[in-house]
């Protein structure tokens, strides 16, 4: 019974947990397109997707940290920016900011009230922010999209906390570059 | 007894934590009274105006765009409809995707058993909806729609595509036939 218990405790905190400590990653690609054909890429200044969080796309610190992790990562891939000429690829981001709401787990641990009826009298929702950060590589030529990586994490005072940016940067970027295909 | 009620408490918990059934389950459709679509032949897609679907993973997203098109194309192909490009079409298709958050009491769907203590939980609710307008007229003749729970689905292209494909035939499948 006592594990039970246990377990039961272990399955909910980790689960109040998850929603605030991971960062997310994803992406969708063109399927059947051969990357090796991309060997350079540069940035682009366009961006179709609705208006960014302005605390992310206007916190300069935020871009340069964010702006060399996505240079590293693209050049570990295979990928050399151009300054000049042509590039293969064109690549832009867009930050966004939503809010988001959840079920405070932790408030109703298994104890917290002894009538056992804790989660009707102790549940509240409570409401954050989500960062979203979506890299967008675009086919120079074609101006068709060949792929589109993200990666998410609740905000909670991140702008704030410039060590835990960079350290959040760090983590994510190169996680969501890992599901790129590889150039030459 | 004690050990019976932690251990419904415990499934109550897995439950909601698996049983995120990852699919969009609800499907439900209007038709205009008397619509016969042995009456239309040919469709064209209505131009993307607005595609925001509240989701920066979707938003402006070919991929998701193209794998909702090539499955109602398909599932038209199936009933008698020809794609055309041409203004004249008897038929413009449009379709809506919505992805938002709701609140859900886990065990509520039980149903040989009650879950007073069942946790609630909070899931990324995903709706498409496909619209089938007069093409001479503008008039909506038949709308169809999907939603559920599509916790986790976005980030995993293949399980995205596939899950549209079914969600996008099970609307279809409430399409009056007859061509």
Redesign the interface.
């Known amino acids: 019974m006592s594990i039970l218990l246990r377990l039961t405790q272990l399955v909910v905190v980790a689960a109040g947990m998850s929603a605030c400590a991971t960062i997310n990653v994803g992406s969708h690609v063109e399927r059947g397109l051969d990357f090796s054909q991309y060997q350079t890429y540069e940035w682009s200044p366009h961006d179709a997707l609705p208006a960014g969080d302005a605390r992310l796309e206007e916190d300069m610190v935020f871009l340069d940290r964010m702006q060399g992790a996505f240079e590293k990562a693209l050049a570990a891939r295979g990928y050399q920016r151009v300054t000049f000429g042509s590039p293969d690829l064109l690549v832009h981001y867009h930050a966004a900011v939503s809010r988001r709401i959840d079920v405070d787990r932790l408030a109703r641990e298994p104890g917290a009230c002894p009538d056992g009826n804790v989660l009707a009298r102790n549940d509240r929702l409570i409401d954050y922010e989500r960062a979203t950060l979506v890299l967008d590589i675009v086919d120079a030529q074609t101006g068709r999209l060949v792929w589109r990586g993200w990666a998410r994490e609740d905000l909670d005072n991140l702008l704030d906390d410039q060590r835990r940016m960079a350290r959040d940067i760090t983590k994510a970027v190169p996680r969501m570059l890992a599901q790129l295909p590889r150039g030459l | 007894m ?2 019976i ?3 419904g ?2 499934a109550c ?2 439950s ?2 698996i049983a995120c059934g990852c699919a969009l389950r609800d499907v439900h459709s209007f038709a205009e009274r008397g619509f016969d679509p042995a009456r239309f032949h040919t469709y064209r897609w209505a131009s993307a105006d607005d595609r ?1 679907t ?4 979707l ?6 765009q193209r794998s909702v098109q090539t499955s109602v194309e398909s599932e038209l192909a199936k009933r008698g409809f020809e794609k055309t490009t041409s203004e004249t079409a008897d038929l413009v298709i449009d379709y809506y995707a919505r992805v938002t ?1 709701r ?1 859900e009491r886990a065990g509520a769907d039980l149903v040989y058993r009650s879950c ?7 899931y990324d609710a995903g709706s498409l909806m496909i619209d089938l307008v007069e093409g001479r007229t503008r008039a909506l003749l038949w709308r169809g729609w999907a939603e559920g729970d599509i916790s986790g689905l ?4 293949s399980w995205l595509e596939e899950r549209i494909g079914q969600a996008v035939a099970r609307i279809l499948e409430r399409l009056p036939r007859g061509v």
Do not use: E, K, W
């Not at chain 2, 976005?154 to 292209?157: V, Y």
């Open positions: 004690h050990l009620r932690i251990s408490r415990l918990v897995l909601a934590l925001a509240g989701d920066p993973r938003d402006d997203n070919p991929f998701f958050q609140v007073t203590d069942c946790p609630p939980y909070v976005i980030d995993n292209q």
